[in-house]
Each structure stands twice: as C-alpha cells, then as structure tokens.
C-alpha cells in the first residue's frame, strides 16, 4: 500500500522534467512545420518557429531567423531556407579522413567573416528585439492573436514612419532657416542690413564670433535680396549669395558661417577679420543710404 502510494507522486516528479531540448535537424523540421501553412500576416507562427529553431539551433541560422523576426514575416524566404537546410542535413557529406574535415572546417569558421556567427546577439540586438516582442505582446493582448491584430500593427509602423518624417522636415526647415534665434528681430517687421551689421559688431565686441558671423551673413543677404530675405525667403545662405556678382569673393564669408552653424566649430579671430572685411564691401552702401 505505501508504495502504491508513491507512485502518483513519482508520476508528477517525472512530469515536471523539463523536455529535452531538440536536435538540429528535428528543430529545423519543427520550424518548418510551424510555418508551413501560416497566414502572411501572422506573427504568431513566426514566433513559436523562432522559439523552436533557437532551441535546437542556437543562432547559426541568422538568415532564417531574420526572415522569421521581420514585419510581416518573410515565410515564403524562411521556408525555402529551411527546406535547402533540412535537405543538407538529410544528406551528409563523407569523408574518407573525417579529422582532416574537421581541421579544414575549423579552420574556415575561424574566418573574420564568421565572428557574428561566435558572437551572442549584441544588447543593442536584443534591446530591438525586446521592443519588438513587447509591441506584439500588447497588440496581441489588446487585439487577440487572429488577423484582427495586424491593422493595428501596420498603422503603428504607418504612424513611427510620419514621426521620423515630421523629424526630417523640422530638421531641414531649421538647417534652411539660417537659425535667426539668436538675432534679436524686433516684433515690428523686418530689419535692414545696417541693423544687422550693428548687431554684429556688439556681438564680435563680447567674443561671440559666431553669432557675429551669422549676423554678417544676414547683412549681406538683406543688401542681396531685400530686408526680408533673412526672416521670410526659403532660400539658403549660400542660394542668396550666389545673387552677388562675385560670388566666389564672398566664400570666406560663407564657408566660416556654414562651418560654424551646420559643423558646430568655432570661429577664430583670424578668421572672423577676413569675414569682416568680405561684409564691408555690401556694408559702405547701407551705411550711406542710412
């Protein structure tokens, strides 16, 4: 009697033994199968194959894996991929010195060019892949597993795609607004060309050559293309200054200025002299006209 009461709680001790994990070619046969029939838009196969392959394979499969990780998953790809490797597998390749195979095949896999393949995931890998794993958790969870949640998933790629467009478009609008936030523009309109060379001779007065030299820059293009040409033209520095008639005269005006606003770098007082001395050509008429 005590024994036969032991055996259910033997039962459940063997029960609870974790599964053995698969062998290469039963993986990849696993992974194939899971895929074979899945619909094109659904994740789920992708991620139970990935799951298996990973098991058995480990990550020596990286092609399959990826075409497995992509959105929507690449199984037409994935599939193919598995069948060629599934039909290497099912027929080996002898060799009448199989240590000397070995060497030869150590020899090559210690190439540079398949370290990745010795290589865990990287964290910046796995962070991306944690995110993605955890976008489809919540879209599955708020939206099931069925083809209902893929609408969803293609408007939030729909909708990162818009941001990092909106990003672009304020990135170049601010590169081709010649950043006029640190001239202070008065509220009452457009400024002439001697306001701006006032303002850069107080900036180049305190040390701030940079800002000096834009506002130069901003000078010459008012006396170019008019005292709205800084605040309202779509029009580079560089398209404004090509409108003088010597244009090239006026490269280390320009160059200085771009460097410094577009490249970050500073602009010595060597420099900021020769710029001075380009402006004052377009400063005299002003002055006068004044």
């Given at each position: 009697m005590p024994a036969l009461m032991l055996l259910p709680a033997t039962a459940t001790v063997a029960s609870a033994d974790p599964l053995p994990p698969p062998s290469y070619i039963e993986a990849a046969q696993r992974a194939h199968d899971i895929i074979q029939d899945a619909a094109p838009l659904d994740p789920l196969p992708a991620e139970q194959a990935t799951q298996v392959l990973i098991s058995g394979t480990g990550y020596s499969q990286p092609e399959i894996l990826n075409d497995l990780r992509a959105r929507p998953p690449l199984y037409a790809d994935a599939s193919q991929r598995l069948t060629s490797l599934l039909e290497a597998l099912g027929q080996p390749i002898t060799t009448t010195d199989p240590a000397l195979a070995r060497q030869h095949l150590h020899d090559v896999m210690s190439m540079s060019r398949y370290d990745?393949?010795?290589?865990?995931?990287?964290?910046?890998?796995?962070f991306g892949q944690w995110v993605q794993d955890r976008i489809t958790a919540l879209l599955r969870l708020l939206f099931g597993n069925g083809r209902g949640a893929q609408p969803p998933a293609l408007w939030l790629y729909a909708i990162g795609i818009a941001v990092l467009l909106a990003v672009v478009v304020v990135v170049v609008r601010a590169a081709r607004g010649r950043f006029t936030?640190?001239?202070?523009?008065?509220?009452?309109?457009?400024r002439p060309a001697a306001d701006y060379f006032a303002e850069a001779?107080?900036?180049?007065?305190?040390?701030?050559?940079?800002n000096a030299i834009r506002a130069l820059c901003a000078a010459v293009a008012a006396t170019l293309a008019g005292e709205r040409s800084w605040e309202g033209s779509p029009l580079t520095v560089r398209e404004i200054f090509q409108r003088a008639p010597d244009f090239a005269g006026l490269r280390p005006l320009l160059l200085p200025f771009e460097a410094a606003i577009y490249g970050g770098r500073e602009v010595d007082e060597a420099t900021y002299a020769r710029a001075a001395r380009i402006a004052a050509t377009y400063r005299q008429p002003v002055e006068v006209a004044a």
């Amino acid at each position: 009697m005590p024994a036969l009461m032991l055996l259910p709680a033997t039962a459940t001790v063997a029960s609870a033994d974790p599964l053995p994990p698969p062998s290469y070619i039963e993986a990849a046969q696993r992974a194939h199968d899971i895929i074979q029939d899945a619909a094109p838009l659904d994740p789920l196969p992708a991620e139970q194959a990935t799951q298996v392959l990973i098991s058995g394979t480990g990550y020596s499969q990286p092609e399959i894996l990826n075409d497995l990780r992509a959105r929507p998953p690449l199984y037409a790809d994935a599939s193919q991929r598995l069948t060629s490797l599934l039909e290497a597998l099912g027929q080996p390749i002898t060799t009448t010195d199989p240590a000397l195979a070995r060497q030869h095949l150590h020899d090559v896999m210690s190439m540079s060019r398949y370290d990745a393949l010795h290589r865990p995931p990287s964290l910046l890998d796995r962070f991306g892949q944690w995110v993605q794993d955890r976008i489809t958790a919540l879209l599955r969870l708020l939206f099931g597993n069925g083809r209902g949640a893929q609408p969803p998933a293609l408007w939030l790629y729909a909708i990162g795609i818009a941001v990092l467009l909106a990003v672009v478009v304020v990135v170049v609008r601010a590169a081709r607004g010649r950043f006029t936030g640190s001239i202070s523009v008065p509220s009452d309109g457009p400024r002439p060309a001697a306001d701006y060379f006032a303002e850069a001779d107080r900036l180049a007065a305190r040390g701030d050559r940079v800002n000096a030299i834009r506002a130069l820059c901003a000078a010459v293009a008012a006396t170019l293309a008019g005292e709205r040409s800084w605040e309202g033209s779509p029009l580079t520095v560089r398209e404004i200054f090509q409108r003088a008639p010597d244009f090239a005269g006026l490269r280390p005006l320009l160059l200085p200025f771009e460097a410094a606003i577009y490249g970050g770098r500073e602009v010595d007082e060597a420099t900021y002299a020769r710029a001075a001395r380009i402006a004052a050509t377009y400063r005299q008429p002003v002055e006068v006209a004044a």
